[in-house]
């Protein structure tokens, strides 16, 4: 500290107290800061604006600069209606107003969450206020996240919105429960209703459904045409496959799919020819891939994979997924057959990680002989476990091929390889063999 003050007094022009940092600094560290706990392409649930509210009350200065730096309040998280577990109110208008306020004119990201406890009283017209408060912004509005627990106190909000355009919403999500299904299309069927931003969101291009699947044309959502990704969850099985092609027709765009629904209805063949990433889950995986082709998928995930994957595995091939580059299988309940790698020698990286070792064997094993090699264009490896025999054979049996893996996986090790054959045998030789014998 002497020392410090000494310099300072030496050099009063160049202090390095951050009281002396120019105003620019300053709000820049302050919205790195800020972004740790409110990246806008973080769940707006988990947002945290602990930093924000601290660093606000350091100093005088400090507060004015906060206060004036948009970055740190395009965030706006409201609540309809009380939390009586943690004894907190809704969002006031008040509060929410100087929110808009202080965010300029950057970008805005909304949560809106309408709790359970929503009377038609106070919470419907702080509702009613705050959606017209917001209106006029809507041109700023980049991401819009709706947590429906009751439509009590969302009507103003959908009322408010139906022909509103945002111009520059990019992602959306839309969770509900199914207990309320009943009292949101109610809502839809209403004589003179329209979905939200019937206006116009040609930017839109994310959408996430978790709880009810509300399907076009009896939905709040906005028009799809833009749409390239899409993420449904689901806990309970779904009967919709019809609702469900409608769906995916009114998003000509859509690249990439994530189905977390058990879907347990068989549906009848049907094509998405722009998908080129595909996530599903157990039951969703069994019953869409008999009759679901994608020409350029490139990329498919199956997690939780339960007894009756095999007959999801018999529809993978290269004919329905010529472009197929990337296979993730997770949980441990399969074994992969001679005919089922043959017919997806487009493959360039498989994981896995959940594999028994006995099945990783047996899959290794198989994939060691002579040319001509199983999956020729594989470059990426991941597996749970294996025998370090059948690991070092296989990794060198791909060097004499001259088809060595460039990325290997293996208890959650994972090793960089690239072209190096020398690295790759020491490997093969050295280090399975010492983690089979730890």
Request: net charge negative; with cysteine; glycine share 6%.
């Amino acid at each position: 500290m002497d020392t410090q003050s000494e310099l300072a007094q030496e050099h009063p022009h160049q202090s390095t107290t951050v009281d002396h940092l120019p105003l620019e600094i300053i709000a820049y560290i302050m919205e790195l800061g800020h972004m740790d706990g409110c990246n806008p392409m973080l769940d707006p649930l988990y947002w945290d604006f602990g930093f924000r509210d601290t660093i606000s009350l350091l100093s005088h200065r400090f507060r004015s600069i906060a206060l004036g730096t948009p970055k740190l309040w395009n965030c706006l998280r409201v609540y309809i209606g009380r939390d009586d577990e943690h004894a907190l109110l809704g969002t006031s208008p008040e509060s929410f107003s100087r929110g808009l306020q202080r965010s300029g004119a950057v970008p805005l990201d909304l949560l809106f969450v309408c709790r359970r406890t929503c009377d038609e009283g106070r919470d419907v017209g702080d509702s009613r206020r705050i959606s017209r408060l917001l209106f006029p912004h809507l041109s700023r509005l980049r991401s819009c996240d709706l947590f429906i627990e009751s439509m009590t106190g969302a009507l103003p909000l959908f009322d408010t919105f139906q022909f509103a355009e945002a111009p520059a919403l990019e992602r959306m999500a839309f969770r509900s429960v199914e207990e309320d299904a009943e009292d949101i299309t109610d809502w839809i069927d209403r004589k003179g209703s329209h979905p939200i931003f019937s206006g116009g969101t040609p930017n839109m291009s994310s959408l996430t459904i978790v709880g009810i699947i509300l399907f076009p044309p009896t939905s709040p959502l906005p028009r799809l045409q833009a749409v390239t990704f899409l993420s449904i969850t689901t806990d309970t099985p779904q009967y919709f496959p019809a609702e469900f092609r409608s769906l995916l027709s009114a998003m000509p765009s859509l690249t990439e799919l994530e189905l977390m629904s058990p879907f347990v209805v068989h549906f009848e063949a049907f094509s998405t020819p722009n998908l080129r990433s595909l996530t599903l889950s157990d039951l969703a995986a069994n019953e869409l891939l008999e009759g679901w082709t994608a020409p350029v998928l490139q990329s498919l995930c199956i997690g939780r994979l339960c007894g009756g994957i095999h007959d999801a595995l018999q529809h993978i091939d290269t004919t329905k997924y010529p472009m197929l580059e990337s296979l993730v299988l997770g949980g441990d309940e399969f074994t992969l057959t001679w005919p089922f790698v043959h017919a997806t020698d487009t493959l360039k990286h498989v994981s896995l990680m959940d594999i028994s070792r006995q099945s990783a064997d047996h899959l290794l094993h198989m994939m060691t002989p002579s040319p001509p090699c199983l999956w020729p264009r594989l470059q990426s490896f991941s597996i749970g476990s294996a025998s370090p025999f059948a690991w070092s054979a296989f990794l060198l049996q791909r060097v004499v091929a001259d088809r060595p893996i460039l990325r290997a996986q293996i208890y959650g090790r994972l090793y960089v390889l690239d072209d190096d054959v020398a690295a790759i045998e020491r490997l093969a030789r050295e280090e399975w063999v010492a983690i089979g014998s730890a």
